[in-house]
């Protein structure tokens, strides 16, 4: 019996590959760029599987050149890059992959805050180049104990660095649209929204990109917030007008930035927001350990089987389309 076909659109560990393989015939994109519509487009039209590894646009185009195409999966949470209502009047299920990442992402999100809020990063430029002995001019970081962390989406990641700025002596206070049962918010307070921007000494951003969240953070915000604000994103980079965000470091507005996403992604090596001295970047890497991509990578990958198969996927966003 001929093997389903399926697209991976970049790398995944070879363990995923090779359970994917054993059912299906692969077509993978293995460039380190994300492909363009264009270069896939000869695969799309017999594939009966979708897995997106990175953040390429699942849209109304890519659908229609996709007849035969019965489930999708994304390795990641955040979703924003699929068009969710136009796979589901196709009837097609889409997964991604909560909770395997909750952990890790946190451990990077709370690790940018500490890492800026403690230089650690700049002591280790600083004793690479020789300037130890001068230890005493390295410009001081500032404590996270008695400050007051401000969460901006305290959903399961949020809820995961929360726990972290408690077990620091941080007091912890959030924003979400709804109000957390009491029980649920482990003794972190509500806030609104600008209330939150002007109260916390840090503020982490861990919102998914939606068309109400989108520039979410921008000139106005910026200005609110303490001169001795930092400010994290881990979310999605287009939660932040950067253009603002640029102006609210370079002008000191605020004291800094420590960004794990950024819009545009990837940033380019000479965009100006890599020239300002208060601001720490990593590459999107929230969930990049070995155990997690692998969880990841095999919760998508058994996700494509089920599909694939026709039973009920695990973590199904547009479950009616199989139930119904
Ligand atoms: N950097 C990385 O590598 C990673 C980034 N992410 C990003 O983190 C996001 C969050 O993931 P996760 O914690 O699992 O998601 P959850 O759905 O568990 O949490 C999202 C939270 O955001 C809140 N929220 C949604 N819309 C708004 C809004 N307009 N204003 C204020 N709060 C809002 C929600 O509360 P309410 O609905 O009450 O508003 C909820 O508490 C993902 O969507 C993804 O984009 C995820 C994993 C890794
Ligand atoms: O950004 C990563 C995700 O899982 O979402």
Partial sequence: MDKCKVIITG????SVLELIQKHCQVYQWEQTRSPLLSDITEWLNDAEGLFVTMNMPVNEQLLTLAPKLRVIVQEAVGYDNIDVPACTRRRIPFCNTPG????????????????????????????????????????????????????????????????RGQACGMKVIYHNRKRLPVQDSFQAEYRGFDELL?????IVVLTPLTAETRGMFGAKEFARMKPTAYFVNAARGAVVDTEALYNALASKQIAYAALDVTDPEPLPGDHPLLQLPNILVVPHIGSATTETRIRMGMLAAENLLLGLDGRPLVTCVNPDVINS
């Fill in 198 to 202: 002007t109260e916390a000494d840090f």
């Fill in 100 to 163: 395997v990442l909750v952990e890790t992402t946190a451990d990077l999100a709370f690790g940018l805050l500490l890492t800026a809020a403690r230089r650690i990063h700049e002591g280790w430029e600083w004793v690479r180049a020789g300037n130890w002995q001068n230890g005493t001019q390295f410009p001081l970081g500032v404590d996270l104990y008695n400050k007051t962390l401000g969460i901006v989406g305290m959903g399961s990641i949020g809820s995961a660095v929360a726990k």
């Fill in 11 to 14: 790398r995944v560990l070879p």
